[in-house]
């Protein structure tokens, strides 16, 4: 203030006026008194121009330019584009294209956070961006080019954003890699948000290489976590709670805001329990509480959230919701917004879903829905699978069948993207290798090349010699010619004999095919027969334990007669395709028991061709399993879920589940001490298969085979030998 005193009314006094403006704007926080001041300073700037050196624009276009900024601290943008507009002008009228660039360019970073002014400021980013272009101000027009990009995927322009960064990415690495890390960063950011995970990865990981390579200790934490996101939308927790931890404690060594350590640990900790982890979650969520104290309710509520999934991952379901309403109570006050409320209700709607709390499942997943246009495509699209459970449980069949349709959309659109990247990247790696290739060509070519002028020159000096020796030679070659013809006739002789004896084996193969297509026909027909001997029997017993016997008997028919009428229509006689046999069989038990209101089936069959003696007692196993599954775990008509799988894992090792949602095994239940058929059955069985046999609970009852099948056996007739090797 003293040195305002002193100096005249002039450019001096005007370049004092805007130090202090831009002091009280600096200085505006919550104080209104620091805005009025920084207006009236710039005012005065302003209006000083006259008395001012005329010449001399550009210190009262640093005042306009700081006076729009104070006006947008305050909101009012048309005075901020007003303003903004006289300054963009004067520049104009100078010709000084880059200050004019430089005002667009303030422009557009006033009005980014103006929703309504969001045309406005695309249109001053790119008006700054082509100028800078122009003039070869490559790291302004980086600059304003992420900004743009930002509010592209923002605002729901995703192409627009692919397309900004692609270009801009090149500008970066022609000018040593100024912003690369950030630009490559939200790009992984749009292809995760979009469901494009592969290419999201790849971006993400340049990233990671390009951190390494500069030591940029800054942007390190920022890579981790994206890697972290990538990897957690890929389904790999381990990789995700990897990066992590090294995320979390990169920001914990950099002084991190408790919101930001808190949302990181929150993250952390549901990859955790993905990966069965939940006590070793609760351990760190304790550690966090301890060494960066929840200052403010949005770090106390992330909190709440990561405390409740854990555990809730633990089976500790009371201390599961008590965190969660904490969680949800402090989002409620706080007014809060955006995807991590999203996630917050999400979360505690998810909760209540497989509490079959619907009711109140509902009023969260609701919230949740309202916020979902800030979220990746994979979790809204499990956000429908839970409203369809929802509203199914709740009798809404129209809006639950609208969600189911959005899922499957969904879905189906995330595999699609998976599909077109693995058909792209064969087609990248098939160029490579034809490249690589054609090299190679080239490269014999050249060495074929160099020998071939040498031997043209060793040819050369011997073309004399040659000739002499050319009679001698031709002499031999017709001796040869004629030993070759009669060598000939010979071959033509044993060819025609050959021939005969292979068109001989053909028809003996061919009989051989019919003959196991007819035995395969016969054994099913022969099947059918006891089924319907099994059927007529049953009509003259009385008691329900014979009637029961003769039911199971004859499934167990139908799955062998089942199993031959797949050889006897397939083209391969020997090898049977298990995901068709074992869909139909469970069609035929389904309709058989008249369960498909009551009790659902969930397949997941890999797609193996089984030789028989392994297809057979497979299909028996289910059908004892099944069967057990529809009469005992769920008593009273009670709803559930039968889920199949049968996956190929490493090598030839194979697994057989069948886990059901029913009441479960007694406690007290030994299946070494068990003296009923079907287990002994199921037990025998897999024994003959080579497998391992275990039954336990798992809520309700699971039952795992693994064993190893060789996925190239044809021996028909190798189950039915060894089972009456056994009974011999």
Request: aromatic share 10%; net charge neutral; proline share 1%.
């Amino acid at each position: 203030m003293a040195a305002l005193a002193k100096i005249q009314p002039d450019t001096s006094r005007q370049k004092l006026f805007n130090q202090l403006g831009n002091f009280f704007l600096d200085e505006y926080g919550e104080k209104k008194a620091n805005i009025d001041s920084a207006f009236y300073y710039l005012r005065k700037s302003v209006y000083m121009h006259d008395s001012a050196n005329a010449n001399n624009n550009e210190i009262t276009n640093r005042s306009l330019s700081l006076l729009a900024a104070a006006y947008c601290k305050i909101g009012n943008m048309d005075q901020v584009k007003k303003i903004c507009r006289q300054v963009i002008k004067s520049y104009q009228l100078t010709n000084n294209r880059l200050k004019e660039a430089d005002a667009w360019k303030l422009q557009g970073e006033l009005l980014y956070q103006d929703k309504v002014g969001r045309e406005d400021f695309e249109f001053s980013s790119k008006k700054a961006s082509f100028l800078y272009a122009q003039l070869r101000e490559s790291v302004k027009e980086i600059d304003v080019n992420y900004l743009l990009a930002f509010r592209y995927f923002r605002g729901s322009k995703p192409e627009l954003a692919a397309s900004l960064l692609v270009n801009t990415i090149k500008v970066s690495r022609k000018n040593d890699n100024y912003g690369l890390i950030e630009l490559l960063l939200l790009f992984a950011q749009l292809k995760r948000y979009n469901g494009s995970l592969n290419e999201a990865l790849a971006f993400a990981m340049q990233a990671q290489e390009r951190v390494q390579q500069a030591n940029d200790t800054l942007n390190a934490n920022h890579v981790y976590g994206e890697l972290a996101l990538e990897y957690e939308e890929m389904n790999e927790p381990e990789k995700s709670v990897y990066w992590y931890k090294q995320c979390l404690d990169e920001r914990v060594r950099l002084h991190f805001d408790g919101y930001t350590i808190y949302r990181t640990a929150y993250l952390m900790t549901v990859q955790m329990v993905k990966a069965k982890k939940g006590h070793e979650g609760l351990l760190l969520l304790q550690t966090i509480r301890k060494t960066v104290p929840p200052a403010a309710p949005i770090e106390n509520a992330i909190l709440s959230q990561s405390l409740a999934n854990c555990y809730n991952s633990m089976g500790l379901y009371a201390n599961a919701e008590k965190y969660f309403l904490e969680m949800i109570k402090i989002f409620d006050k706080i007014d809060y917004a955006g995807e991590v409320f999203f996630i917050a209700s999400f979360d505690i709607g998810k909760f209540y879903v497989m509490q079959q709390q619907y009711s109140s499942a509902a009023l969260y997943l609701k919230k949740a829905l309202a916020n979902a246009g800030v979220s990746p495509v994979s979790r809204v699209k499990d956000l429908h699978l839970l409203m369809f459970k929802v509203d199914s449980a709740s009798g809404n069949y129209l809006t639950a069948i609208d969600h189911y349709q959005k899922y499957k959309s969904l879905n189906d659109s995330l595999f699609n993207v998976a599909k077109s990247k693995q058909i792209e990247e064969l087609n990248i790696k098939y160029e490579v290798e034809k490249k690589q290739q054609n090299l190679t060509i080239l490269q014999k070519e050249n060495i074929v090349q160099q020998k071939s002028i040498k031997q043209e020159r060793l040819t050369r000096n011997l073309i004399s010699a040659g000739a002499v020796l050319l009679v001698l030679f031709a002499g031999l070659l017709y001796n040869r010619y004629q030993l070759k013809q009669r060598a000939n006739k010979k071959l033509e002789v044993s060819q025609q004999k050959i021939e005969k004896q292979n068109l001989s084996l053909q028809h003996l193969v061919n009989e051989k095919e019919w003959l196991l297509k007819e035995i395969h026909h016969r054994v099913k027909n022969n099947l059918h027969t006891i089924s319907g001997l099994l059927d007529a029997q049953s009509g003259y017993l009385q008691t329900e334990e014979a009637l029961r016997a003769i039911s199971d008997s004859q499934h167990r028919v139908q799955a062998m007669s089942l199993l031959h009428q797949k050889l006897f229509n397939s083209e391969s006689l020997s090898n049977v395709e298990m995901q068709e046999y074992i869909y139909e069989l469970v069609d035929h038990l389904e309709h058989s028991f008249g369960t498909q209101q009551k009790i659902k089936f969930y397949l997941d069959i890999n797609s193996l061709r089984l030789g028989l003696s392994h297809a057979l007692p497979i299909g028996l196993i289910l059908n004892e399993a099944i069967t057990n599954a529809i009469k005992y775990a769920f008593p009273g008509g009670q709803e559930g879920t039968i889920n199949i799988q049968l996956k190929q894992q490493s090598g030839n090792q194979c697994l057989l589940l069948i886990a059901d949602t029913g009441k479960g095994l007694p406690a007290d239940f030994n299946s070494q001490q068990s003296h009923s058929m079907g287990m002994s059955l199921m037990q025998g069985l897999s024994e003959d298969i080579n497998g391992v046999f275990l039954i336990s609970n798992n809520n309700g009852t699971e039952i795992r085979i693994s064993f190893v099948c060789d996925l190239a056996e044809g021996d028909n007739a190798s189950f039915y030998s060894s089972q009456a090797n056994k009974q011999s």
